[in-house]
């Protein structure tokens, strides 16, 4: 009988958690994996660099006017501060403004909660987003009714023209884009054939001309002495335009949904009406989410070609605003803060749009 | 428990897809509380027949009436049948974005108008009968072919219907799964309810049916009660057919 004799000591086996074992398994587990990583790593850290340090290190946060910024080689961000309620307002009278700080927080009152599950009221605060919100906003804007000094709609801009323009163009495009999906489905040739027009037209055209026609062309057709608003004209043309995306974007939907479902509604005993409300197109809409809410993020960056026909939003003002000679070489300043309103809003959105799929995922399909 | 009172009748019924003759001159007279299985090959035009029934398709010629309502393109008419009437397919259709207990509601919501609460007792007293009560919550993606089944059956119920027409119930279904569905079937026909089922399964046929009925290539080509239809077959069709399901 041979002596016992235990086999030598596996070494430990290599470590594959904390930040050591991280780094091992996700940039250096082979050879080549780890020359990529260490290239990977040197271009982003060199193009990194240099950015945060304009935006932030070298930026200049506080001081007067082009002279504190003279001598920067970062950022001049007090160029933005010195700008900011321009580019909120616009020409709105300054001692007015006020007046679109309630509107838009009444915005963020009633649609922030629904970004969080569990919080109460929020069916009526949605309602009320979509109902008379609106509307109480229409008069604190505009003004001329319960004592509120009248603002016409030239002197309305910047980025708080930007949100209306944004938001009345989707809460208007999504039902017009349901209605006309359904109606290119429908079985009466009149209706199809009205819905099959309205999405070619209006898709067939550019934006641009769609604007150039509202505010140069349609006047010339309207009898003498009728005029309406020019941002009224641009909010319809922006709407139109949308719609048809919209629209066909919904008919995809509705024609991913299966015909046991229309029928066992119908043998249910529910009628067009309730069979699309209750059955079909809480199914459908849901299954196009991604694209509505894209059509939605191309709806919100399109309201800036509203400076083609003169309405001042928030990229229009940058724009003028970089030309003054007061101020140094600000160009980039500007785009980049313009480019950042645009993105807080569009991320927002694909955000909200995630947490509804998410939410709204019940299990497989049948 | 049949009476001489007819809940269905066809006559002379036609239906063409396109130049496709489908259903050729049907007549068919259904009782109350009658309970009818309709076999045949693929194809015979047994699931047409029985979709005519609640106007899911529509026939071109002859005559329909169902509780002694006739119908025609009239959509009051067709409401009317259509709140006598219940239906199960094959595929069973629940609504996959609402719960166990709200495809359930759905339809006394919405058609029947009755209370949200109210509603919801109906349903559960539905979903206790076909002995799923505890999914009531569940989304039907969560439950196995058999449960959404019963549960397409209690969504029916739930609209109190006179005659319950099914599409192929359990041809979806994996073979244990086929037995729930059939009893919950046996059960109902059982309390008297006028039935029309398409089905293979046999042995259903033998227990619960008044009469079989054998359709091919859009006619009906023999009825008989179980006995005689399985025992003594009279047509050549019909033959070949049995001889093909049962001789395996």
Redesign the interface.
Known sequence: MSDFKALPDLPAPTSSTGLAGWFRSNLFSTPINSVVSVISIYFIVSFLIPVLDWAFVSAVWTGEGNAACEQASGACWIFIEDRISIFSYGIYPADQTWRLDIAFALLAVSFGPQFFDKFPFKMPLAIFSLTAFPLISFYLISGGAFGLEYVPTERWGGLSLTLILAFVGIVAALPIGVVVALGRRSEMPVIRSVCIGFIELWRGIPLISVLFMSSVMLPLFLPEGMNFDKLLRALIGITMFQSAYMAEVIRGGLQAI?R??Y?????????YW?QMR??VL??AL?LVIPGIVNTFIALFKDTTLVLIIGLLDVLALVQSAIEDPAWGAVETEGYVFAAFCFWVFCFSMSRYSQKLERK?H????? | MTSNKSAIELVGMNKWYGDFHVLKDINLNVAEGERIVICGPSGSGKSTMIRCINRLEEHQTGKIIVNGIELTEDLKRIDKVRKEVGMCFQHFNLFPHLTVLENCTLGLIWVRKLPKKEAEDVAMHFLERVKIPEQAEKFPGQLSGGQQQRVAIARSLCMSPKIMLFDEPTSALDPEMIKEVLDVMVELADEGMTMLCVTHEMGFAKKVADRVIFMDVGQIVEENNPHDFFDHPQNDRTKLFLSQIIGH
Do not use: C, I
Request: aromatic residues 0%; proline residues 8%; positive net charge.
């Open positions: 299966p046991g479902q029928e066992a509604a119908s043998a249910m005993g529910l009628g309730g209750l059955v809480p199914q849901k709204l019940t299990g497989h399909k049948r």
